[in-house]
């Protein structure tokens, strides 16, 4: 009995989770992403109301060619590598590290440690 009441919570959880991610509007997260990547400042990405989903989103969304300076950006306007947010923070940690973003290291190690 409990463990149909536990399997039911976890798809009661993963159905709550596919409808919070469904009511994502990726498509905006997705123009912010590009645009920064463009070169538009990190300050002028609208994230008013964003939830945890919306900046996994927004990271995995970034691509591999950032600069350092984009990195600085993010990081300075969004401070990342200071996030109290684990979500987030692995997000950023792992673009960190796909760029060798040296600033970032020292929280990477409190991460795995």
């Known amino acids: 009995m409990l463990v149909k009441a536990i399997e ?57 060619t950032l600069t350092a300076p984009q990195l600085a950006d993010l990081d300075r306007t969004f401070k990342f590598t200071a996030s109290g947010n684990s979500e987030v923070l692995f997000g950023w940690l792992r673009i960190a590290i796909r760029h060798r973003y040296q600033p970032a290291m020292p929280a990477l190690e409190r991460f795995l440690t």
Do not use: C, M, Y
């Open 8 to 64: 039911h919570g976890q798809e009661a959880l993963a159905r709550h989770a596919k409808r919070k991610v469904s009511a994502l509007n990726e498509q905006l997260v997705d123009e912010q992403a590009a645009a920064f990547a463009k070169g538009g400042a990190a300050s002028s990405i609208a994230t008013k109301d964003w939830s945890t989903q919306h900046w996994q989103h927004f990271l995995e969304s970034l691509p591999d």
